[in-house]
Each structure stands twice: as C-alpha cells, then as structure tokens.
C-alpha cells in the first residue's frame, strides 16, 4: 500500500509543534504514512534541535530551507517529493488522535474526491462546539475523547463542500497532478492558498469533503496571531471574490446548508448522554424576565447534580431544545404535535430523568402530554396563575386586578381577549386541574399564589418555596457627580465625556448625571457611566438637585463665563464643587470652603482625580454627621 506523506510545515512555537508531531507518532492509525517536517528556517534552536532529532532517529522526514519562504513554498517543496502520494497538510499547531488517518483514508477512496477537511475546535471550515468560533474544548473534554465521539456519532459519513480549510486537510494525489502547485501571489499572502486550491480543483470536477467522523484539536492563530488573521481573512476574501466572481454565492448556499450541523448535533446528544449528571428539561416561554431569572438560578443552584436543558416555543407549533451552557450550541427543532415521538426519543436517548415546567406561553397544547408520552415525572413551578387565568395574571384591559370574578365574567373577558388554545374557561380549567393533578412536585413562591391556586383546585398540594437568590453584596461606594444646565462643547461637554470614559476605561468609582440636555449626542449608559435627564424648569432645578443626592457638582467650562445662573443653586446647596479656573468661576467660588479648580484645559485624568477627592470627602461627611444622631438625641 503507497504511503501518505503527513506534512507539516513549521517555523515556531516550540512547544505546540513537538505537541503536534508526537501527536502524528503516537496515533493508533494502520495506514503507512511518512511524517515529513518541513523547517521553515525556524528561529528558535530548541525546536530545530528536536526536528532534528525525530529525524535522526528514523521517525521522520525533515526538508531544511535556507530563508524563511512561507507556507506555500514549504508545501510545494514537501509536495514535489513524492508525486504518486496523496497527502496531508499538517498545521504545527493541530492535534491528532485515535485512528485519525485511517478514517481520512477511507473518504479519499471517493474518485471524485479532491481535498478532505475535518472538524476542529477553532479556525477551520466545521468547528465545534459553535460553529464558526475559536472554541475553547469543552470542560472535561480532551482531543481524544472529543475525535471519538465523533467516531461514534458520524462514522464514515461526509459532506460535499465547496472549500474546506482548516489544521488537517488530505489531498488526493490525482487532484494534486490535476491541480498543480499551491500559489499565494495573486491572494497577497500565504494565507488561503489552500481554499484557492480548492477552488481551482473544483472547476478541474473534483469534489470536497467534510469528513463528519474527524476531530483534529487546534491552538488556533499560533502562526499569524488573532489580529493580523482576521486581517488577512478579509484580504483573502476580497482576493478570492475578484479570482472567482462564483465564490461567495456558492459560499453563502453553504453556509444556509450548513452541512456541519448534523454532525455537531449527533455529538452533542452523545456528550449529554454521557454526562455524569442527571439530565433536566425546564419547559418555559422564550422571554427573559423573573422566569427566566429564576430558571438560570435553579440551574445554577443544582449544576454539581443535573445539567438543565431548556424547552420553549420556536415558531407556530414548533418547539426548540437548546442546551444554554455558556459555549454550547446545541439546538433541535421539533414540530407539534407530529414530532412529539422524536421529541420523545431524543430526551429518552440523552437519559432525561426529569421535566419541569415554568410556563405555557405560546407552546402548542400538546406540550401537556410530554410526560406521559415521555413516561417522565416532573415537577411545576407557578410563576403567575396561567392554570386558573388564560391572561396568566387576573388582569383586566385597563391592567388592574380583575377581582376574579365568576365563569360568566371570565367568559366575557375572553370574548374581547381570547387565550391561546382557543379554549373557554371551563375547558382552560379542566386542562390545567388535570394536568397539575400528575405533577410530582407543585411549587409556589408565595403563600399568597398557593391559596389563590388552591381556590380552584382545592384538592391540589402546592409547596411554598421563595425562589433562591444569591445573597445582594452591598454595591461598591460610587461619588455622584452632577453637572447643571445644558450642555455644550463650551460647557464643557467634550470634558464631562473624556471623564465618563475615563472613568469606565480605569473602572473609578464615578458616575455622570446631567441636569439638562446636550446639543451633541455622547455616549451613554450603559456604555459609559453617563446619563442625562433633559430640559427642566429653571425654578425646578434646586429640588431636581436635591433629588440626585449628588456628592460633586462639576462646572467644566471650556470658555470664560461672566456669571453661571446654576452656579448660584451649586452654592446654595452646599456640595462639592469641582470648576475650571477660568472666567468668572474662579472668582465666584472664592471663600467657598468645599470648591476646587482646575485648568480649563486639564486631562480628563486630572478632573476625575478632583472629582474622586471631593465626592468621597462629602461621603465621609455624610457619614460623620449622621454619626454624631444618635449622640444627639440621647441629650434631649
């Protein structure tokens, strides 16, 4: 059998690329291959002295290049040897496992086949587990066990794809002849000469393939570094657009297609299946809001014992399973109630021991049946009264309570306001009476819930438990720093904005409020700790003042004023003042025991340093003076 010539192409990174060949050497595959290293003129002596080893002890091939050349040149040269071969590209910073080579092999017995890429975790035509990303490997998961599960769920399928780029690509020898050398000239740069080559063999009538049943770990960006690859990445594609004006609608049909996805789903429910803990599905609405915060704390509250998935409602009758563990990307779709069998053999294949259910809104009706159709027990929060009221909050139009009145008055109500199901309250009723009545746990946040829940439903056990909450830590102390009137480039808007974002960038205990408006647009909270509240009465502005519990005022003018109206109401009030010295400020705040000023045209460093003295000073005050209350009371 004709050996394969594993290239691998390398210049740095000492420790990625001894990691990547004794991942090549150490892998279980039959195929005969020859490891060929190919020395970019390395710079680092250590990582030459290695290479040098592995071929001085037969374990591999090494081609030494004078000068540094880049990667096409290293290819083409490592490439020229062996005509009759196919190959693999190697990146040095890619990992193999298992019998990673052998399952290459046997999708290249495809004659149409030209060039064959495999997943990875970043940087790469199918990474996983989000498409598209620099994944980190899953917690718990190594490149080995990751390949494996791909072995399992995708054994010796593919995909046809226009491109495949990535850490691990297998060329077929005949496409190699058919195709020719690699070229980076008319890209602009090395990078993307592989999909360049795989275009050129896709008009030559050979086909590319994702193998689906491949794992190969990456570090991602070793060569190039984050920054300088996204940049290269848009060269690349506008130089691939203007070569094959055909390119980016066949690229855009792809990724519609999304031939990847079936593989990552079949190992995402192979990794949920073999997940130590016990599975749980909640059942809810999509929106965020109190449910949804309370379905993430539960969650969070029990991960050590069962990871959650949660069940919503997609579109019309449809319903999504998501897992929304952060870096997951896990979702499948299921129509009701036709799908509701698959639905059903899907949580049966993972091991879901339990549902709980949060809420109905916008779920088709047959989702009441899954815990029987599923034979699951599960459990029911009440998060609001959806069992007893199809408005689920016993409101009225106008938006107030409704009293709850009799069937009669409820049937009016959804005469004018029909709830979803089409179902009369009667019916509603019944539904949720029975449905309730199968439930394992009922529970209830309030006492208030249960007795109004019971009302209907008296035969019903409901447990009162509050909804768990993390601790509220006390928030960090933050001075208040107020500037009044409108706000203009001569008011010193430019200031007060360079002091938001001065504040935001070194995280200072400071936020911005104006009392006024501002005749440019600056940027706001939440992106910098800046907020503004408008035009106002200028016989409101005391008591506006009063209202903000200011620490500091801020008069940051960048011309020389000849009065300032609201610096009047500054002094009254007593506060802090922080102002530029110049004009008429300097001259006003003279005596003022609490005022500070600086030059007009000082750094936005230097102004947050005077507002931080002089908020903070008012905060210890504040805090003296209501010290000495007590003391004060018990001498009357």
Not at 155 to 171: I, K, R, S, T
């Amino acid at each position: 059998m004709t050996p394969i010539d594993v290239v691998v192409p390398v210049y740095g990174g000492a420790e990625t690329t001894r990691r990547c060949l004794d991942s090549v050497l150490a892998a279980t595959s039959r195929t005969p291959f020859e490891l060929v290293i190919v020395n970019d003129a390395s710079p680092e002596p250590d990582l030459v002295r290695y290479m040098r080893e592995l071929a001085a002890r037969g374990r591999a091939t090494l081609i030494e290049q004078a000068t540094t050349q880049g990667c096409a040149a290293a290819l083409n040269r490592a490439f020229a040897r062996h005509r009759d071969r196919d190959k693999v590209v190697l990146q040095s910073d890619a990992f193999v496992a298992g019998d990673w080579l052998d399952r290459l092999a046997h999708h290249a017995l495809a004659r149409d086949a030209g060039v064959i890429g495999t997943f990875t975790n970043a940087v790469g035509v199918a990474t996983y587990p989000l498409p598209s990303t620099d994944n980190a490997l899953p917690e718990g998961s190594t490149v080995a066990s990751l390949d494996e599960l791909f072995v399992h769920a995708n054994a010796g399928q593919a995909e046809a794809m226009p491109v495949v780029h990535g850490p691990c690509l297998y060329f077929r020898g005949e496409c190699i002849a058919a195709v020719g050398a690699f070229d980076g000239a008319p890209l602009g740069s090395d990078y993307g000469v592989e999909i360049d080559f795989c275009l050129r063999a896709g008009g030559a009538g050979f086909r590319h393939l994702l193998a689906g049943d491949v794992f190969v770990g990456h570090a991602g960006h070793v060569s190039y570094g984050a920054r300088k690859a996204h940049e290269l990445a848009a060269r690349t594609d506008n130089a691939l657009s203007g070569l094959y004006p055909a390119f980016p609608a066949q690229a855009e049909a792809s990724r519609k297609r999304d031939p990847a996805r079936a593989f990552g789903r079949r190992v995402d429910l192979l990794r949920l299946a073999e997940l130590p803990q016990q599975l749980v599905v909640f059942v809810s609405h999509p929106w965020g809001g109190g449910v949804r915060r309370y379905m993430n704390d539960l969650a969070a509250l029990i991960d050590e014992r069962a990871e959650v998935l949660y069940l919503e409602p997609a579109a019309d009758d449809t319903v999504k399973l998501h897992w929304p563990r952060a870096g997951e990307s896990f979702a499948a779709y299921f129509h009701f109630p036709d799908e509701l069998p698959l639905l059903v053999d899907v949580l049966k294949s993972i091991g879901v021991a339990r549902l709980h259910f949060h809420h109905v809104h916008r779920l088709p009706r047959a989702i009441l049946e899954l815990p029987s159709a599923a034979g699951l027990p599960f459990d029911c929060t009440l998060h609001d009264y959806f069992s007893i009221c199809p408005q689920y909050h016993l409101v009225t139009e106008e938006g107030r309570y409704c009293g709850e009145p009799d069937a009669i008055g409820c049937a009016a109500c959804l005469t004018r306001r029909p709830g979803q199901w089409g179902l009369d309250i009667n019916a509603w009723r019944g539904t949720f009476g029975r449905f309730l009545r199968g439930a394992d746990r009922l529970i209830a946040p309030s006492q208030d819930v249960a007795i109004r829940i019971q009302r209907y439903f008296p035969e019903l056990s409901i447990n009162v438990w509050p909804h768990p909450e993390v601790a509220v830590e006390e928030p960090p102390r933050v001075a208040r720093v107020v500037v009044l009137g409108n706000l203009s480039p001569a008011k010193g808007l430019h200031v007060v904005a360079a002091c938001a974002d001065d504040a935001r960038a070194r995280r200072l205990p400071l936020t911005f409020r104006v009392l006024g408006s501002t005749t440019e647009p600056v940027r706001q909270f939440p992106a910098v700790p800046l907020s503004i509240v408008g035009q106002y009465d200028d016989a409101d502005l005391a008591q506006l003042l009063v209202a903000e519990k200011a620490d500091v005022i801020l008069f940051p003018a960048q011309v020389p004023e000849t009065y300032a109206y609201t610096l009047t109401v500054a002094l009254a009030s007593g506060l802090p003042i922080v102002a530029s010295a110049l004009g008429a400020l300097p001259e006003r705040l003279a005596g003022h025991p609490r005022a500070v000023t600086l030059a007009w045209n000082a750094p936005a460093t230097e102004w947050n340093a005077a507002l931080l003295a002089a908020g903070f000073s008012e905060r210890a005050s504040l805090a003296a003076e209501r010290a000495t209350i007590p003391l004060r009371l018990a001498t009357h």
